[in-house]
């Protein structure tokens, strides 16, 4: 009988301990860290830009256009600051377009009047009627028919405009370009 007591003695003392390794092992365990997660967007960076590009981004939540501008490289010299708000904040999937300045396509149509040439995309109804057979009304409908249909492709689009035939681009075709 008594080894009955001490083997349920052994016995209860192997429960309690096996009981306190558990549950001591259980509180040292950490539990697993989690890596944060890393917010990204991805914007696309078109225009007069150094390297237009889809570019990704770590989102800080505090991203703006023009971090995203110089993650391609910045801009060019013909970039205009004044139309894009280079201090919005960026959202995922964007398209940030940096266009070019107007001053540039100011320039270029001066070099083309320059050369005496009318640039019939360009000129407005006074410019217009120094042209050979174009009066007010013609240089009207000119005006209209860009308006309508976009710029003129080519100078010989100008014969769709209602009352400019052959004849009358004949006269006029050395005085103007697109």
Same mark, same amino acid.
């Given at each position: *009988?008594?080894?009955?007591? #001490?083997l ?10 096996? =009981? +306190?390794?558990? +549950?001591s092992?259980? /509180?040292d365990e950490?539990?697993? $860290? ?5 917010? $990204? !967007? !991805?914007? =696309?960076v078109?225009g ?9 981004? $770590? ?5 703006? #256009?023009v971090?995203?501008?110089?993650a391609?490289?910045? *801009?060019?010299?013909?970039? @205009?600051? /004044?139309i894009?708000?280079?201090? /919005?904040?960026?959202? @995922?999937?964007?398209?940030i ?7 540039? +396509?100011? $320039? ?9 040439l ?5 000129? @407005? &109804?006074?410019?217009?009627?120094? !042209?050979?057979?174009i009066g ?5 409908r000119i005006?209209? =028919?860009? &308006?309508?249909?976009?710029a003129?492709?080519s100078?010989?689009? !100008? ?9 009358? +681009? ?9």
């Amino acid at each position: *009988m008594k080894n009955k007591i #001490i083997l349920a003695a052994i016995f209860c003392v192997i429960i309690i301990a096996a =009981y +306190f390794f558990y +549950f001591s092992s259980q /509180e040292d365990e950490k539990p697993a $860290e989690v890596a944060p997660v890393k917010n $990204e !967007i !991805i914007v =696309y960076v078109s225009g007069q830009v150094k390297t237009p590009a889809v570019v990704t981004l $770590e989102d800080n939540g505090n991203l703006r #256009i023009v971090d995203a501008v110089n993650a391609v490289g910045g *801009m060019t010299d013909l970039a @205009d600051t /004044e139309i894009v708000n280079l201090a /919005e904040k960026l959202t @995922d999937g964007q398209h940030i377009h940096i266009p070019t300045k107007d001053i540039f +396509f100011r $320039e270029l149509a001066a070099q083309n009047n320059s050369s005496n040439l009318i640039n019939i995309n360009t000129a @407005d &109804e006074k410019e217009l009627q120094k !042209i050979k057979g174009i009066g007010p009304a013609l240089a009207g409908r000119i005006i209209d =028919y860009r &308006e309508n249909n976009g710029a003129f492709k080519s100078i010989e689009e !100008i014969k769709k405009v209602r009352g400019i035939g052959d004849k009358t +681009f004949e006269k006029m075709k050395d005085q103007i370009t697109v």
